[in-house]
């Protein structure tokens, strides 16, 4: 779990994310949610370490505060932690292998068989085609790039995954499988998942913890199931602003009926 208490994060005297407390639980895809420039990638980036906040604490690991951290310690918190980036970020100069067993030379002491029979078992893992391992990211498809892009994350066992906007790019049913591949792993492993995310099919479907964020502040945290109840006009304008989620809430308000 994590668990950010009266987070405050300025820069040159602008406040971007202004008192917000929250818990992000192990074993489920805990999401931050709002509309451009609400701050949901800077408390991402605060939680990862990135940036240090102006005020307030980022508890992990039984209560261990990241804030306090030193050099050392950042790097063995950070030992922990899984990052899927937007735009997959694999390097182009190396095999779909090579890019899974990157950080296993960079922060393990494995072996190189060892390494890569744990790559192998990650990409395993995603559905990644034995014929892909050899091939250059630029020689497979957007979707196995995020897959092979999970499995890096995963590489290391990490108790935390961050993954940010992580269907950009992707067709409708791509963004679904990969949506039920970051739930899968979540579930399977007990992760802590946190997803950046705008992509509305992905709230609803894989969305067990929802933090909503307008204009840097803390306006509503639930479930997916709790969304089509809620009151909150912010959060409803913001889900609810195409006629089809206009549709599944008010359908939700007539099962409840």
């Not at 979540?186 to 067990?208: A, K, P, Q």
């Not at 009151?231 to 599944?248: G, H, M, Q, T, Y």
Request: glycine letters at 8%.
């Amino acid at each position: 779990m994590i668990q950010i208490q009266n987070i405050v994060k300025s820069f040159d005297g602008v406040t971007v994310l202004n008192n917000i407390s929250a818990d992000f639980r192990d074993g489920e895809v805990n999401m931050i949610i709002g509309q451009s420039g609400s701050g949901k990638t800077v408390l991402m980036k605060t939680m990862l370490g990135l940036f240090k906040p102006s005020s307030g604490q980022i508890l992990v690991d039984n209560g261990m505060d990241i804030t306090t951290f030193n050099e050392k310690r950042m790097r063995a918190y950070h030992r922990t932690v899984g990052t899927l980036f937007q735009g997959s970020a694999l390097f182009d100069s190396m095999t779909v292998l090579q890019n899974v067993a990157f950080p296993l030379e960079m922060f393990s002491h494995m072996s190189e068989a060892e390494m890569r029979e744990r790559a192998v078992f990650c990409l395993k893992r995603v559905n990644m085609p034995e014929h892909t391992y050899n091939l250059m990211p630029g020689e497979i498809s957007g979707g196995q790039q995020k897959r092979v892009a999970i499995a890096r994350a995963i590489v290391l066992n990490p108790k935390y995954l961050f993954c940010d906007e992580p269907n950009s790019g992707l067709d409708p049913k791509t963004s679904l499988v990969i949506d039920q591949l970051i739930q899968d792993i979540t579930r399977e492993y007990n992760i802590c998942t946190v997803v950046n995310s705008h992509d509305m099919n992905s709230i609803m479907e894989i969305g067990d913890n929802i933090l909503f964020l307008k204009n840097g502040m803390k306006e509503w945290q639930g479930s997916r199931h709790e969304i089509c109840s809620s009151d909150d006009e912010a959060l409803n304008d913001f889900v609810f602003a195409s006629e089809l989620f206009k549709r599944i809430k008010e359908s939700g308000m007539q099962n409840q009926d």
